[in-house]
């Protein structure tokens, strides 16, 4: 069933801080996007933590009571393996990723090597098991002139209490002892999945609406391709931190919960 009058035909939706926090539900966010999805509006759930496959996610989504196919998500590590495939066909990849990201390449017959000396392409991605020897490749490759690709630039993760480092460390490490700044970034806020989300909903910009907890991320993504954004403020955002953002959300709002009716849901 398609609402009438609705301001939005579909919304991607960010997961960590925004749906969940931890292995919870954020309070009102399963019954908000039942609404929606009644209401005949499409949504796209997009992360750019590539530590799970979108399977993975869905099925997550699924134990927290939101129906979920792994084609109603889009992972920064599922589009690095898109992009390697169709942008770098045949390339030799040496990947700064956990086991979850590595087997997600290796299924799509992305080439993958250990060192630096024979990569065409270095892929940074949140990594817990970073260390020397993947740091030391890495650099190598890079100023061998490897391309410089990264799944996501977060600077840190929410986690149920708290937040740890994410990819965008690892970017910084490899910047500044490489000498080189990373080349394409896939994952928010990038033009790169800002179209796959657009594909994948069938939709267009101005009828589409992004939400998230993430200036930097969720709603840059938005003002940087032309969509509405609606920041949460349930993961890492507070209002103090808005005032100095470079790029303004369209709407402000406590959580998913009051979605519904800022797309115009009024019962």
């Known amino acids: ?71 109603d998500v889009l992972t920064s590590g599922g589009l690095v393996a898109d992009w390697l495939v169709t942008e770098m066909p045949g390339a030799r990849v040496l990947l700064v990723g956990e086991p979850s990201l590595h087997a997600e390449l290796a299924g799509r017959g992305v080439d993958l090597v250990d060192s630096g000396h024979n990569a065409d392409v270095v892929v ?5 098991t970073f260390d ?13 002139g490897a391309r410089f690709v990264a799944t996501n630039p977060d600077p840190t993760c929410p986690i149920a209490d708290g937040e740890v480092p994410d990819c965008g460390g690892i970017i910084a490490a490899l910047e500044a002892t490489a000498g080189r700044q990373v080349e394409v970034v896939v994952g928010k806020p990038s033009s790169v999945m800002a179209r796959a989300a657009l594909d994948r909903l069938q939709s267009a910009a101005h009828e589409t609406l992004v939400v998230g907890d993430r200036l930097e991320t969720d709603v840059r993504l938005g003002a940087r391709n032309g969509l509405d954004t609606a920041l949460v403020l349930t993961g890492v955002t507070n209002h103090a931190d808005i005032h100095t953002a470079r790029d303004q959300p369209t709407f402000v709002i406590d959580s998913l919960a009051t979605l519904p009716a800022l797309v115009g849901l009024t019962n």
């Open 1 to 71: 069933m398609t609402v009438a009058g609705l301001r939005y035909r579909a919304v991607v939706s960010d997961l960590d801080g925004t749906v969940y926090r931890g292995n919870r539900a954020l309070p009102g966010a399963v019954d908000a996007l039942a609404r929606l999805r009644t209401a005949g509006i499409r949504v796209l759930f997009v992360s750019n933590n590539p530590t799970r496959t979108a399977a993975a996610y869905a099925e997550r989504l699924r134990h927290l009571g939101v129906p979920a196919q792994p084609a």
């Open 124 to 128: 940074v991605s949140f990594d817990r």
């Open 132 to 144: 020397y020897r993947k740091w030391r490749e890495a650099f190598r490759a890079l100023r061998s």
